[in-house]
């Protein structure tokens, strides 16, 4: 059945409680060959296209079914009623539907009744339901920013206090190559050295040294233009230096993704199709002391190194690096992103997934975020590695017998509760231990720093068993898979409470299917594109300043023109297409007849160009397009995004539903602040580590500092960057080189007043190596893998 009623936007939390259901039919009623009541009964909670909720199946024959199940669900959804499908697991031909319509939710006011069931002949059927909605413009969860005591309560680890968190851009930033950016004390911002650090802290490590990754290749070099001495071991390669550590007695593990499509034995070497080199990884480390283990299912995209360094006095404590950067090839880079210098730094390390054999090109630059966590969220990302450990090494190929005949030693990790040289959390306080600490709450430079992860019970051991101790841990049961959904849960929060501006940069932009303008059973759930364009919305209706950058690689890695790059590019299309719309309908609504959607709404890439040097390359290989004119994307993997110069998630999650599923790709991030350096705290814009990590990325995107980009919320900020894009993307098309202003481009959509979205008029396919901008869907592929 549906109603006719008006679409309502239900924007905020909904409590339900799924209590029970009265005389269910017996199957006799729906179909002429079952005779028998409904065995398995569960209820699936539908907004629009998207399924929220999902209770348990009970196991009784009975026309009387009872779940008391409990679910707290943000939403962000344009709907006319809220779907209860009640299904059973042995009979798929039921068909029976509640409705609650959704101008009854919108008033706020607690439902507690009964709702007739549709489907079938018997008047007196009827589903109970509790159903509260809060609308997020009331809850003071939202209303008051980051305030000092900010946390995403529904997450499995807890806010720890007293971290400390460095942020790093690019893989290394060679000294001198940014400007001078000032904090509010005086200071000038740090331009930190992600692979050298990582180098130092696995060479200084006398405990362990644990790697995640969804491509870790033994042949990568860390550091290859050195600001400082290398410690012991620092010139070996990847490999090397762990074999290295190991003999030393570092315990040395490896959790890497298992390409199925890779294969590297005496008969068949295939580099498998997304070239993780895990095969070839694994097959270096045996017969070492270091253990290596794969990990199929949907990617194991998580990128962790967890290593012991230098504590208080004598002791040694965790640290941690997580974030966009895997440990392999074609992932070194610095701000400046040359496309050319492959026989000095990039040397061996030639990746261009776009070309094809044969033709020659530029290198495709890499920009990604990454950072490093020190204090007590450190021993939350070890957690996380223990518990995916145990799982791993559970699988059946981890036999003993595969053991003995891959050459693994027999392996336990490290017990730091049982090692009195490592700091480790008091079992008394297992929330807030002060001894973990690394700053002093009264500290300035103090960080409050939290862990969210997309991942689920296939994929680590030690999640509870029942839906309510998984309530409990802040953890979603649904039939039997207990998944920690937290990155998407922390996504949500921080831009429900941004007050000024957000700045996202992500491999992947795609979400919120149930409100595109096609294509709307794809999927691609997550809230994430919703919830900002419902900021901005609010925004213009409190008629206050608000701006959202975004940040994406000009097309998802690999050849543009194939199926599935161009059904990526035709999500992230609707996705756009959805956002725009509902920004110009605020605006009309409104009546601000003089602003245009992109003056709070825009999409960017990185580019570059550069004239290279006839003697660089001895290849032979036929000249591409892209070496013609000596230009070519940068490549756009991070996983980040900034709130007002005061909050900022880093992670390995890309903003698509694989990610934030939770019961796809396995991911970790970080969300955090330093309390003293938040606009709550200050009453004015301030000006901590997290403005200067945004100043210091935007001054490598627009290649200077202008006075303007401080306030990005300001529609002056807004039209300088749109300007720098808008020429630095003529001069990047240009048949005749220029050289560019910094790296940002404008992403060749054209926006209208209306919300529309089109192909920059005479850019509808990328520069030199074709595919259309805004995709087309390739029904040949599971929707599951391309959203």
């Avoid at 070839?280 to 070492?288: D, L, M, V």
Wanted: charge should be negative.
């Amino acid at each position: 059945m549906k109603n006719n009623e008006e679409m309502i936007y239900l924007h905020g939390d909904i409590d339900i409680k799924i209590i029970e259901a009265r005389c269910m039919p017996c199957m006799e009623f729906i179909s002429e060959h079952v005779c028998h009541c409904l065995q398995n009964p569960y209820v699936k909670v539908y907004m629009g296209e998207a399924r929220v909720a999902c209770t348990a199946r009970v196991r009784a024959r009975s026309q009387n079914p009872v779940w008391n199940e409990h679910f707290q669900l943000p939403l962000a959804h344009p709907v006319d009623q809220v779907r209860f499908a009640l299904r059973d697991t042995e009979i798929c031909e039921t068909k029976l539907n509640a409705f609650v319509p959704a101008k009854k939710i919108v008033t706020g006011e607690l439902i507690d009744e009964w709702f007739l069931v549709v489907g079938t002949d018997g008047p007196h059927t009827a589903i109970k339901l509790q159903i509260k909605f809060t609308p997020c413009e009331i809850n003071p969860i939202y209303s008051s920013g980051i305030s000092e005591n900010f946390a995403v309560e529904r997450s499995y680890f807890p806010m720890r206090h007293g971290g400390k968190l460095t942020l790093y851009q690019d893989a290394h930033v060679i000294d001198g190559m940014l400007p001078e950016i000032k904090l509010e004390d005086g200071r000038n911002f740090e331009h930190e050295k992600c692979w050298e650090d990582i180098c130092h802290s696995i060479s200084e490590a006398l405990h362990l040294v644990y790697i995640v990754g969804w491509s870790v290749y033994h042949k990568v070099k860390l550091v290859r233009e050195p600001s400082k001495q290398l410690p012991n071991g620092g010139d070996l390669n990847l490999g090397e230096l762990l074999k290295y550590k190991a003999q030393q007695g570092v315990r040395v593990a490896l959790l890497v993704w298992n390409d199925r499509t890779s294969c590297d034995n005496c008969f068949i070497k295939t580099k498998g199709k997304m070239k993780t080199h895990d095969k070839e990884t694994r097959n270096f480390f045996k017969h070492s002391s270091v253990t290596c283990v794969g990990r199929m299912f949907y990617s194991q995209h998580q990128k962790c190194v967890i290593v012991d360094t230098k504590g208080h006095e004598n002791n040694r404590k965790i640290t941690t690096f997580i974030g966009g950067l895997d440990l392999c090839d074609g992932r070194y880079d610095t701000p400046d992103h040359r496309l050319y210098d492959n026989n000095n730094v990039f040397k061996d390390d030639y990746h261009n997934p776009t070309l094809h054999e044969g033709e020659k090109g530029p290198r495709q630059p890499w920009h990604d975020l990454h950072c490093k966590i020190e204090g007590p969220a450190a021993y939350d990302v070890l957690k996380n590695f223990e518990q995916r450990w145990k799982k791993a090494t559970k699988n059946s190929e981890f036999s003993q017998f595969c053991k003995r005949l891959l050459g693994w030693n027999d392996f336990t990790l490290v017990d730091i509760n049982h090692n009195s040289r490592i700091a480790s959390p008091s079992t008394t306080v297992p929330n807030d231990d002060h001894s973990l600490r690394v700053s002093n709450e009264d500290d300035h430079e103090n960080w409050h720093v939290q862990i969210f992860r997309s991942v689920d019970s296939a994929s680590v051991e030690g999640f509870p068993k029942t839906d309510i101790e998984a309530k409990e841990q802040n953890l979603v049961y649904e039939q039997k898979l207990v998944i920690d959904m937290s990155i998407q849960m922390a996504y949500i929060q921080a831009i429900r409470s941004a007050r000024h501006f957000i700045f996202i940069e992500n491999q992947y932009f795609l979400g919120s299917s149930f409100a595109w303008p096609t294509y709307k059973k794809a999927g691609a759930h997550n809230l994430i594109p919703m919830e900002l364009a419902l900021k901005i919305a609010s925004k213009i209706r409190s008629n206050e300043r608000f701006t959202v950058y975004v940040v994406i690689p000009m097309w998802p890695e690999g050849d543009p023109k194939s199926g599935p790059v161009q059904e990526i590019l035709c999500w992230q299309g609707e996705t756009m297409k959805m956002m725009y719309r509902i920004i110009a309908q605020e605006l009309k609504s409104v009546q601000l007849d003089n602003a245009h959607p992109t003056d709070y709404l825009n999409f960017y890439c990185l580019g570059n160009r550069q004239e290279r040097h006839k003697d660089e390359s001895s290849r032979q290989d036929m000249d591409s397009a892209s070496e013609e004119h000596g230009r070519f994307m940068i490549y756009v993997h991070s996983k980040g995004m900034i709130v007002d110069d005061e909050y900022v998630i880093i992670g390995s999650a890309n903003i698509n539903e694989r990610s934030m599923a939770g019961y796809r790709d396995t991911e970790i991030a970080t969300g955090a602040y330093q309390p003293y350096y938040t606009w709550t705290n200050k009453n004015e814009h301030p000006c901590g580590q997290v403005y200067g990590y945004r100043m210091s990325i935007w001054a490598e995107h627009i290649g200077r500092i202008e006075s303007c980009i401080k306030e990005p919320k300001n529609l002056e900020c807004v039209k300088y960057i749109n300007r720098v894009a808008e020429d630095n993307w003529k001069k990047y098309t240009a048949e005749q080189y220029s050289p560019l202003q910094g790296h940002i481009l404008k992403y060749p959509v054209e926006i209208d007043a209306y919300g529309n979205v089109k192909p920059l008029p005479g850019h509808e396919f990328f520069p030199d190596v074709g595919g259309k901008v805004l995709g087309n869907p390739c029904m040949m592929l599971p929707k599951n893998l391309s959203t």
